[in-house]
Structures are given as structure tokens and as C-alpha cells.
Nanobody, 119 residues
Framework: QVQVVESGGGLVQPGGSLRLSCAAS????????MGWYRQAPGKERELVAR???????NYADSVKGRFTISIDNAKKTVYLQMNSLTPEDTAVYYC?????????????WGQGTQVTVSS
């Protein structure tokens, strides 16, 4: 019923930029928040950035000043602009959507998109 689909990952050199997109579709009544998490090999999944439908944002300390999250509520799409990338940003990036579908509120996850920062 609900799909969350990421796009925009890839290989980039250190210091480069990437823009991730995530679109939610289906029987969505309310978007409470959308966000990005990442998981590097051998590490736990961690929050990167999150934004509410009212544009309240929070970021991991490691990405503050480099990453910017934004949301288009009409398109049910969240974006993550990533600048000044470093090899430590290499991970699978997952989109999370906090949604009301019909009469239930749940978290929905995308399948993940690989971001690799390497020269």
C-alpha cells in the first residue's frame, strides 16, 4: 500500500556533493516527518537528519553544516543535499517516513541507496 523509494546515491570523490531524494506514495493521509538514516559496514544504523511537516529539523552532529534536509509535502518527497563529503560518510542511506496510512500511524522504510565517498 505504501512505498518509500530512494534515489540519488552513487560514487563521489572526497569533497564532492550528492543529492538524495525519497518519495513516499500510497494511501497516505498525513506525513508527520521524514528522515534519513545510514548504516556503514559493521556499524549500527544512525540518524543523519530528520524533518517534520512543519519544517522542524534535526541533524547528527557529524553532518551539521554539510548536509541539508528539505521536504516537499505536496510531492511527499524528502531531499538530502550532502556537501563536503568525506569517506566517513560512506554508507547505505535509508529513508524513513513517519506516516498516517488510513487510520494508523507507522514508520515506513525504503530499501536503501549506497553512497560511496572515495578517490
Amino acid at each position: 500500500q505504501v512505498q518509500v523509494v530512494e534515489s540519488g546515491g552513487g560514487l563521489v570523490q572526497p569533497g564532492g556533493s550528492l543529492r538524495l531524494s525519497c518519495a513516499a506514495s500510497g494511501s497516505i493521509r498525513v506525513i508527520y516527518a521524514m528522515g534519513w538514516y545510514r548504516q556503514a559496514p559493521g556499524k549500527e544504523r544512525e540518524l543523519v537528519a530528520r524533518i517534520t511537516s512543519a519544517d522542524t529539523t534535526n541533524y547528527a552532529d557529524s553532518v551539521k553544516g554539510r548536509f541539508t534536509i528539505s521536504i516537499d509535502n505536496a510531492k511527499k518527497t524528502v531531499y538530502l543535499q550532502m556537501n563536503s563529503l568525506t569517506p566517513e560518510d560512506t554508507a547505505v542511506y535509508y529513508c524513513n517516513a513517519d506516516l498516517r496510512v488510513n487510520f494508523r500511524r507507522n514508520d515506513y522504510w525504503g530499501q536503501g541507496t549506497q553512497v560511496t565517498v572515495s578517490s
